[in-house]
């Protein structure tokens, strides 16, 4: 459930072998800017901005979000009557599926808005989909209703001198304390706690968290499920993301850059275990966690896009939900739709193993989504930087390879990073771990 943008970079010169024209490059921008404008109003019950943007271009009523919902879908979960007819006036699909096979009366349904329901029964809406009539209904229980001896208590959390160090489009991250200790808390907004999606993405990240335990992995330690808001409760590290330190120090040594890879790389190798892997999907900086101000601990976080497959071959690939993630460190396949398996992570650690050799992010000169375009039409980003050994850059030409099978495991990506390695000098702070 994320936006999966990240900050865009500056609109300079495109680098060589794009091409795209300059104009074409502004229609596909306004064409994305637009999708998600009529899905936001859509959600603010705004029809005057809905109807607005149909006069300028009516093919946005067909608009779809990377759930492939579209803004019928918004209306009619959240009953937005003037909202819904607007869209229904301008040619609106009233049988179209999300990717859960939902039509927008079966959300309807679900939701209990029977005045929505009224209305897409009057114009030939079906109630198709997981939780459609048509279908045996499989209504979302609410967040993992056995008491677990995770489930925190809200009164023992201290928001007396709380400070927000996120937000995102269905809560915030709050800096807090739980039984005297500083603590991360997700904390879901209030208007959506009652929302089937967001109580459904909540319930799973919570499921996942519950299962992991390793050294690179923020560790979970427990979550608010029996009352609202839903909150989710992990260890709170004091040295910030890796997107934060970086824009602070710039390019980092081969040393450094090595170390830090090393602990990405850990935490990924445990994830992709097999037989249950799972796929993070949101591998970025911001999502890579310093454990403190002296930088010499890193671990994975976030893992509210992530997917626990049990794998049955070695080769399998899934079909998965595309235009995952965020945009600037997404590999090619996702961007295009197509099936993909846990080697997107790899092409995404590839992504983030230049960012801190070059100290800037890669593609800096393209829009997060242009980025993720120019990479899919087979472009990759220059090596500039003097830190990029031989080594170095023949592991990362390795990760962001076009072809998924040809990028190596995480398990690979150790053995090749502990031999290069060996042959940096060591930085200063690292010594107490080289010893």
């Not at 009557?81 to 229904?88: E, H, R, S, T, Y």
């Not at 006036?89 to 009224?118: C, H, I, S």
């Not at 970086?246 to 450094?256: I, M, Q, V």
């Not at 992570?345 to 100290?359: C, H, K, P, Q, R």
Request: aromatic share 8%; hydrophobic share 35%; proline share 6%.
């Amino acid at each position: 459930m994320s936006s999966g943008n990240s900050s865009p970079g500056d609109s300079t010169t495109p680098c060589k072998g794009g091409a795209t024209s300059s104009a074409d490059k502004q229609k596909e921008k306004a064409r994305v800017s637009r999708t998600s404008l009529i899905l936001w109003h859509a959600h603010q019950n705004d029809a005057a901005a809905v109807r607005k943007l149909l006069e300028e271009d009516q093919s946005l009523v067909h608009a779809r979000d990377y759930d492939n919902r579209t803004p019928l879908h918004v209306a009619s979960l959240h009953g937005w009557i003037d909202v819904a007819k607007c869209l229904i006036e301008y040619g609106a699909d009233v049988n179209a599926q999300d990717r859960w096979k939902n039509t927008p009366l079966a959300d309807a349904e679900g939701a209990k808005k029977f005045n929505m329901m009224e209305l897409l029964n009057a114009h030939g809406g079906l109630s198709y989909g997981q939780n459609g009539s048509h279908f045996e209904p499989k209504p979302v229980p609410p967040p993992l209703p056995n008491k677990c001896d995770w489930e925190i208590d809200p009164s023992e959390l201290d928001f007396s001198s709380s400070a927000i160090i996120g937000k995102g489009s269905f809560g915030e991250i709050l800096k807090a304390y739980w039984r005297g200790t500083p603590v991360a808390i997700k904390r879901i907004l209030p208007s959506l706690s009652d929302d089937r999606l967001v109580i459904q993405d909540f319930r799973h990240e919570v499921n996942l968290l519950v299962k992991l335990r390793h050294p690179n992995i923020v560790q979970f330690l427990g979550a608010v499920t029996e009352r609202k808001p839903l909150m989710l409760i992990t260890e709170y590290l004091r040295g910030g993301d890796l997107h934060k330190y970086l824009k602070e120090k710039g390019a980092l040594s081969p040393s450094t850059a090595v170390n830090f890879a090393l602990d990405i790389a850990r935490g990924m190798a445990y994830l992709h275990n097999e037989p249950n892997v799972i796929i993070h999907r949101d591998l970025k900086p911001r999502n890579v966690l310093l454990v403190n101000s002296s930088a010499d601990h890193l671990k994975v976080g976030d893992f509210g896009l992530s997917k626990l497959i049990k794998v049955q071959n070695s080769h399998d690939v899934y079909k998965m939900t595309g235009e995952t993630g965020s945009y600037r460190y997404m590999a090619p396949e996702v961007f295009k739709h197509r099936k993909y398996d846990k080697k997107v992570d790899v092409f995404s650690f590839a992504m983030i193993l230049y960012e801190m050799l070059e100290g800037e992010p890669p593609l800096a000169n393209y829009e997060p989504y242009e980025a993720a375009k120019y990479v899919a039409e087979g472009h990759r980003p220059f090596f500039r930087a003097k830190g990029f050994t031989p080594e170095l850059r023949e592991l990362t030409e390795k990760c962001w390879a076009a072809d998924m099978n040809q990028r190596p495991s995480f398990l690979d990506i150790l053995k090749r990073l502990e031999k290069i390695k060996e042959t940096l000098p060591t930085d200063h702070h690292w010594n107490i771990f080289n010893a």
